[in-house]
Nanobody
Framework: QVRLAESGGGLVQAGGSLKLSCTASGSFDSGNVMGWYRQAPGKERTFVADIASDERTNYARSVQGRFTISRDNAKNTVFLQMNSLKPEDTAVYYC??????????WGRGTQVTVSS
């Protein structure tokens, strides 16, 4: 079993920045991909970014150039630096990592609210 704990969410004005963190514990394999998804009220959960153990990254088009994902393999932690935030970035942000057989572990999420 893997546990994921997110932190760093909050309220920020448009144009501001926040940095999210997520630490994995339990039987986490540091060779696994770690990523972030988000879910806005009334909408589906959508992909934001992910990072492999060799630090290859992928980003959703909507955050490309504004968000940066990184990881510290020694601490089993993934980060999401979010700059130039927009009101449409408001969502609950979830950390995730594969659990095998097509399933995923999820954290409880952290709220990010961007005011206009």
């Amino acid at each position: 079993q893997v546990r994921l704990a997110e932190s760093g969410g909050g309220l920020v004005q448009a144009g501001g920045s926040l940095k999210l963190s997520c630490t994995a514990s339990g039987s986490f394999d540091s060779g696994n991909v770690m990523g972030w998804y988000r879910q806005a009220p009334g909408k589906e959960r959508t992909f934001v970014a992910d990072i492999a153990s060799d630090e290859r990254t992928n980003y959703a088009r909507s955050v490309q150039g504004r968000f940066t994902i990184s990881r510290d393999n020694a601490k089993n932690t993934v980060f999401l630096q979010m700059n130039s935030l927009k009101p449409e970035d408001t969502a609950v942000y979830y950390c995730t990592t594969p659990a095998g057989r097509g399933s995923f572990y999820w954290g409880r999420g952290t709220q990010v609210t961007v005011s206009s």
